[in-house]
């Protein structure tokens, strides 16, 4: 099946063709961070006239890259959610519109999901049951998969998302939108034994994540240690580099403590590391080596996909698609949607409050 996938959930619009959920025609990302590097962060009003401005020729681009026409499309899959209000409703009108228009079905995807089936495309088929540890600017989770289309959510962050902790880091310090690529630079030159930054445990014993206190942490360093983040073009000192590396160590164990000790207990077949994150090395040597200790495969997608991306959204469509799901014209962006469809009633005793112990 040709299905042509649909990406517009925060700031990257992103159109791609991909057959049988797994061969990728074409895939094209129109990021928007220069637009928004200058407010530190993704403003949701300029994003979601952006991906108006840029959808329709981004998805003649994905189509001719592919060398396909509209009429060979036979399915459209675009993300509904989780995501900025705005933003994802310009992707599910153009999708709707388009499907209606060619009078060919189409699939409303859990933009969470589109990262669990981003490795799919470059990796052997995937080992059931396997456990997915999605961490990008948005979400911090890991699922529990034992066959595929079922999750089960495991951990999940209670505040701050992970690269949502690299990209306010960086922003204390002076370096700029997004954090991740920033950070992991200039981590490579610093010492990350140099600061001892906490790791937070949630109080009701959940094997949750939690990155808003490091957040904190970092920024009382800042002040007791009289550090001011770096002007325009000003080269960071060995200090900054060493909290750079001190805070990625950091983040890195605090994700991959989490997902062994539950690697552990479920014993899955495989794991998967996704999201915009998963681009960190620091993460992936250490996910590597977590496979190599459980004697499983450890699966990335590829840069590429590893952040935000279309072809990941057409091959969890594929699927669904396959499944026999429609979704009907009715369908709307859906900002908070879940992605946990089994033993459900687990991960919803969490949402209770909390406090935290750094
Ligand atoms: O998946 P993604 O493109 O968008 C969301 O769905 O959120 O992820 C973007 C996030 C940003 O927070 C960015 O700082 C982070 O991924 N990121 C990284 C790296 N590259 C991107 N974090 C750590 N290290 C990186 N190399
Ligand atoms: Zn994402």
């Known amino acids: ?22 061969e990728i025609l074409s895939s094209v990302i129109s990021s928007q961070i220069e637009i928004h590097k200058k407010w530190g962060g993704v403003v949701p009003e300029i994003a979601s006239r952006e991906h108006l401005v840029k959808i329709d020729p981004i998805v003649d681009e994905a189509l001719e890259k592919a060398d ?12 509904q959610g989780p995501g900025l209000v705005g933003s994802l409703l310009i992707g ?3 999708a709707k519109a388009l499907a209606f228009g060619l009078d060919i079905p189409f699939i409303g995807v859990n933009h969470i999901e589109g990262h669990f089936f981003s ?5 052997p088929p995937t080992e059931y049951p396997t456990m997915a540890l999605i961490v ?34 960086s922003k204390m310090l002076g370096l700029g939108y997004p954090g991740g690529p920033i950070i992991e ?20 014993g ?46 890195v164990v605090s994700l991959i403590r989490t997902m062994e000790k539950q690697a552990i207990e ?3 077949k495989s794991l998967i590391v996704a999201g915009g994150v998963a681009c960190n090395q620091a993460l992936r040597d250490a996910s590597e080596k977590v496979g190599k200790r459980l004697n499983i495969p450890v699966y990335f997608p590829s840069k590429h996909l590893s952040t935000d991306n279309a072809a990941m959204i057409a091959a969890a469509g594929n699927f669904h698609l396959e499944n026999g799901e429609r979704s009907e014209l009715d369908m709307t962006a859906d900002v908070t949607m879940r992605l946990q469809n089994f033993e459900v009633e687990e991960a919803e005793l969490r949402r209770k409050k909390v406090r935290y112990r750094l």
């Open 1 to 22: 099946m040709l299905v042509l996938g649909i990406e517009s959930s925060c700031d990257e619009t992103a159109a791609a063709v991909v057959l049988d959920g797994r």
């Open 68 to 79: 396909v026409q509209l009429k060979d499309i036979e399915a459209i899959a675009v993300t």
């Open 92 to 94: 599910v009108c153009y």
């Open 119 to 123: 490795v799919e495309l470059e990796n």
């Open 136 to 169: 990008s600017g948005g979400h911090t989770n890991l699922f529990y998969a034992p066959e595929r289309g079922k999750y089960k959510l495991v951990s999940r962050t209670r505040d701050d998302a992970a690269g949502e902790a690299f990209d306010k880091v």
């Open 185 to 204: 630079k200039y981590a490579k030159e610093g010492n990350p034994k140099a600061i001892k930054f906490p790791i937070a445990k949630i109080s009701d």
């Open 206 to 251: 959940r094997p949750d994540f939690s990155f808003s206190g490091l957040k904190t942490a970092v920024m009382r360093y800042l002040r007791e240690n009289e550090i001011e983040s770096l002007k325009e073009n000003e080269e960071p000192t060995q200090e900054i580099k060493d909290i750079c590396a001190s805070f990625q160590r950091t983040v």
């Open 266 to 268: 479920f014993k899955p």
